[in-house]
């Protein structure tokens, strides 16, 4: 066998079978250009609103990895909000403390917590050479008042050690009437520390963003030191005559709107991630046995991927077909 061809994986091994891959998204971009600058300016807090599926949680894995590149030691908390009948702040704590990756985070009372939280992110501060820390705090909508108070009391005590928190609240739009019901009940001390800006997570909303995500399966490798890009692994031989996930940017829209206008939906349409990823997947993962010179992707097999991606079930579920508020 010409070894140009022989996979160097299995294919049920490879990340894309696992969907344990990241790939960049023109919105995914644009957040990560936004939340580098509010760094780089010591902003307190923003938030990062979006729908269900539209891949917050992956996004976050993503900038994070990205931040850790530009931002060499860089320190970034990635924490789960849970739902909560009452607030317990040793609860919290726990969650924090086994958030910034502290050996023991149920020992102790509040109290003893409380100081171990902070002293440990003043070590990590000072290993590290800098002088800020980023918490992601995913499913924020889910936080109560409480927890908000919380929060602002280790950003309070943090800075005054010298320390900047900056905090980016990840959540679904009921967030916005968090930040309003704050805002007529006087709580400005928390809306000014962590709701300020505002980022919307949208979808792919054109074959020009649709191309743009495409080729990063083109060019992603895996494994990572090798030249095996994801298309060429699950197509190496229509891959070396020049088969390209790109070049069907405009396919993969058109079956995308096949499915959603077929489904009734009038509005326009804006595809989350979580369906543009399986759709993709379904199409590499379900094909490969054809591949050959000659194979490529066509309109049956994007219109099945969509099908099979549930895209059309999930809008019908959650109404995601009315847009989301432009950008602020």
């Not at 990241?22 to 010591?42: E, F, S, W, Y």
């Not at 992956?58 to 590149?69: D, P, Q, T, V």
């Not at 917590?113 to 050479?129: M, N, T, V």
């Not at 979580?274 to 049956?300: I, K, M, N, P, W």
């Amino acid at each position: 066998m010409n070894l140009t061809y022989q996979r160097p994986i299995e294919i049920d091994d490879h990340p894309i079978v696992g969907k344990r891959y990241l790939v960049a998204t023109p919105t995914i971009d644009t957040v990560t250009g936004r939340i580098v600058k509010q760094i780089r300016l010591r902003s307190p807090g923003a938030i990062l609103y979006g729908y269900p599926r539209f891949g917050k949680t992956s996004a976050i894995r993503y900038i994070i990895r990205y931040l850790k590149e530009v931002f060499p030691g860089a320190i970034c908390v990635n924490f789960r909000c849970e739902t909560h009948r009452a607030g317990s702040e040793g609860a919290f704590l726990c969650s924090l403390l086994a958030a910034v990756g502290h050996s023991e985070p149920l020992a102790g009372q509040v109290s003893r917590k409380r100081i171990r939280l902070i002293e440990f992110i003043c070590e990590l501060a000072d290993r590290a050479g800098k002088d800020w820390i980023v918490f992601f705090a995913d499913e924020a909508q889910k936080l109560q008042v409480i927890e908000y108070e919380w929060l602002r009391d280790l950003h309070d005590q943090l800075e005054h050690k010298g320390i900047r928190m900056i905090t980016i609240l990840v959540g679904q739009p009921q967030i916005l009437d968090q930040k309003s019901a704050l805002r007529q009940s006087r709580d400005t001390q928390i809306v000014l520390r962590f709701m300020v800006t505002e980022m919307r997570f949208g979808g792919l909303r054109s074959a020009e963003e649709v191309a743009t995500c495409l080729a990063a399966y083109d060019q992603s490798c895996y494994p990572a030191d090798s030249t095996w890009q994801f298309t060429r692994f699950f197509y190496p031989r229509a891959y070396a005559a020049g088969l390209r996930l790109a070049d069907h940017a405009l396919a993969v829209w058109q079956a995308f709107e096949r499915a959603h206008h077929g489904a009734g939906f009038t509005d326009s349409i804006e595809i989350p991630m979580a369906y543009f990823a399986r759709a993709v997947e379904c199409a590499l993962s379900e094909h490969y046995q054809y591949d050959s010179d000659e194979f490529d992707f066509s309109t049956a097999i994007w219109d099945q991927a969509v099908l099979d991606s549930t895209y059309v079930l999930a809008c019908e579920e959650t109404r995601l077909g009315l847009p989301l508020p432009e950008w602020r």
